[in-house]
């Protein structure tokens, strides 16, 4: 197995993505890895504000100082998808992240069914491993 | 339906009552366990199912209403053997996946007729000028020989799939062809892209059914999207498709986006006016926008991906 170079994190603004992220960070910086925040642009957020995402970007950049993470380490990604698609393509596509982090629940999924649930499909499509991160269980 | 309204067609338009799609029609592109979930979803309240995606109680029925209209529209039209079926239904379907509710969708509409049809051993040709790639559509029927799927839309934007290179599974190859077009392309640029891109394996294709995934969010007034079509693109869009179906009572259009409502209404009429030889044309056609240079790189790659996946041995195709 090769060493971890690229980590991607799935955020949506949801405490658990920012748990997501949290860990992300920490992991990057024990093994010198970069870090690709993304951030899926769905059908309604494109007619939306711009802002949204530029409050996200604000979130993750205030997320690394309290990590202490190398900010040259640290990339935003907006992308054009459902979280789920998106963050599959990371594993795939330019990103080419060697690994997947997400939060336990995201924005719009279900809690106690599979429908929806961007961790489950990941789990299941993903063309490399994926960490599911539980809220408040960051640094453990 | 106001858009229907303003032909004044009178008795040349029969409604047709939608059919409830049951679970062996759904289950030729939907998984067992995604539609168990989704009925028990919405039977306890509904909810959010993904940022875009918002189900309620009634939902479950009215998608599967949805779903069963367009099989309704397929045997009206087989009954008469002429005329041309528009499915006026809501929640649309072609990012719904085979186990996922996606992008305002919760069942695939159009692909469960599509595979109605190919259980009869039809083959069905789905064009999909909605602004944002059908990527449930084209993935429920990547690898299946029966179904050519063809789609313009705009790139990049949601759901972010839908490059040229993407060409149909090993047993399919070739039945999948994207064309992605910039923010700003006109009419005249959609119709290339099919004319120039898309026709050559639609000729091959020989299609005995044309099923049209006809969104309207490529309209110049959409707030969801880009691109600069006008209502009058429409219709020459639709009398251009119209000329792939055999022959008459072989199309039927679906309704998937379009979100002015004003847009909308103007676009469904004009399709349907053309469809039927009326000369109702709210506004001229556009021409002169961007994307020519995508339509040529979309021709190329399309055919680089086609003639690399032929070079590779049976075997080889299938493990990739």
């Known amino acids: 197995m090769r060493p971890l170079q690229t980590i991607a994190v799935g955020f949506d603004g949801s405490l658990d993505a920012e748990a997501a992220v949290r860990w992300a960070f920490e992991l990057a910086s024990q093994v010198d890895a970069d870090v690709v925040v993304i951030h899926a642009v769905g059908l309604l957020e494109y007619a939306a504000d711009r802002g949204v995402a530029v409050e996200l970007e604000k979130t993750v950049e205030r997320l690394a100082r309290e990590a202490g993470i190398d900010s040259a380490r640290v990339h935003w990604n907006l992308a054009d998808g459902d979280p789920c698609s998106v963050l599959i393509r990371a594993g795939v596509g330019p990103v080419a992240a060697d690994l997947l982090v997400v939060g336990s629940r995201g924005q719009g999924a279900h809690a106690g069914l599979l429908l929806g649930s961007t961790s489950h499909e990941l789990a299941e499509h993903a063309a490399v491993p994926v960490v599911i991160v539980p809220t408040g269980r960051e640094g453990q | ?320």
């Open chain 2, 1 to 320: 339906m106001e858009g229907i309204d303003d032909l004044h067609l009178g008795t040349d338009v029969q409604i047709v009552a939608p059919h409830v799609a049951n679970l062996a029609q759904m289950t030729r592109v939907h998984d067992t366990a995604y539609l168990n979930e989704l009925a028990a979803f919405c039977q306890a309240g509904g909810g959010q199912l993904d940022p875009d995606t918002y189900a309620m109680v009634d939902s479950w029925s009215a998608a599967r209403r949805a779903a069963g209209a367009g099989l309704a529209a397929v045997d009206a039209l087989r009954q008469r053997d002429d005329g041309v079926a528009f499915v006026v239904a809501r929640p649309p379907g072609h990012h719904a996946l085979r186990d996922r509710a996606m992008g305002f969708c919760l069942l695939n509409n159009i692909a469960i007729s599509a595979a109605a049809l190919t259980a009869d051993d039809e083959r069905v040709l789905i064009i999909d000028w909605d602004v944002h790639h059908g990527n449930g559509t084209q993935a429920i029927f990547w690898d299946d020989p029966k179904v050519l799927y063809v789609s313009t839309h705009q790139w990049p934007l949601f759901p972010g799939s839908g490059t040229a290179q993407e060409i149909g599974g090993p047993h399919a190859l070739g039945r999948t062809v994207n064309i992605p077009l910039p923010a700003g392309a006109t009419g005249d640029v959609v119709r290339r892209a099919i004319g120039e891109v898309a026709l050559p394996a639609i000729d091959d294709f020989d299609p005995t059914w044309v099923l049209i995934s006809a969104g309207y969010d490529a309209h110049r007034a959409d707030p969801l999207a880009n691109l600069a079509l006008s209502s009058g693109d429409f219709a020459e869009l639709a009398t251009m498709v119209a000329g792939f179906a055999p022959r008459p009572g072989r199309l039927v259009l679906f309704l998937e986006g379009g979100y002015d409502v004003g847009a909308l209404r103007m676009s469904v009429a004009a399709t349907l006016g053309a469809l039927l030889g009326d000369s109702y044309q709210p506004e001229d056609s556009t021409c002169g926008g961007p994307g020519t240079e995508m339509v040529h790189q979309a021709r190329a790659e399309w055919d680089e991906a086609f003639h690399r996946a032929w070079l590779l041995t049976p075997s080889e195709r299938r493990v990739r």
